[in-house]
Nanobody
Framework: QLQAFGGGLVQTGGSLRLSCAVS????????IGWFRQAPGKGREGVSC????????YTADSVKGRFTISRDNVKNMVILQMNNLKPEDAAVYYC??????????????????????WGQGTQVTVSS
């Protein structure tokens, strides 16, 4: 089971730290990603991390501003978001899969699956 939290309202240029808490299994064994969906738009992959955490992928739109990492002690995956822009506003979701996808493939493929998204966490960026 996954639970995404940490969203909120920030001003342009601000930062947020999203957490994806994993329960029931060991997160490091899974490919995990952060995805987002803005109103009226499709879901997109933001950043994904391979099982074991050695390989990451980050979308061009957030590269240099967002960083994905694992906290293996807490069994979590973190998305550190800096220099937030109004276009980053969306509901952010985390998803996981035991299959050993590459981080890039998972970020591009997973949005096409309708099931297994949970509630997500809202990120609002004021201009």
């Amino acid at each position: 089971q996954l639970q995404a939290f940490g969203g909120g309202l920030v001003q342009t240029g601000g930062s947020l730290r999203l957490s994806c808490a994993v329960s029931g299994y060991t997160a490091v064994d899974y490919t995990i990603g952060w995805f987002r969906q803005a109103p009226g738009k499709g879901r997109e992959g933001v950043s994904c991390i391979s099982a074991s955490g050695s390989i990451t992928y980050t979308a061009d739109s957030v590269k240099g501003r967002f960083t994905i990492s694992r906290d293996n002690v807490k069994n979590m995956v973190i998305l550190q978001m800096n220099n937030l822009k109004p276009e980053d506003a969306a509901v952010y979701y985390c998803a996981a899969d035991k299959y050993q996808y590459t981080a890039s493939y998972y970020c591009h493929m997973r949005p096409s699956y309708a099931a297994g998204w949970g509630q997500g966490t809202q990120v609002t960026v004021s201009s």
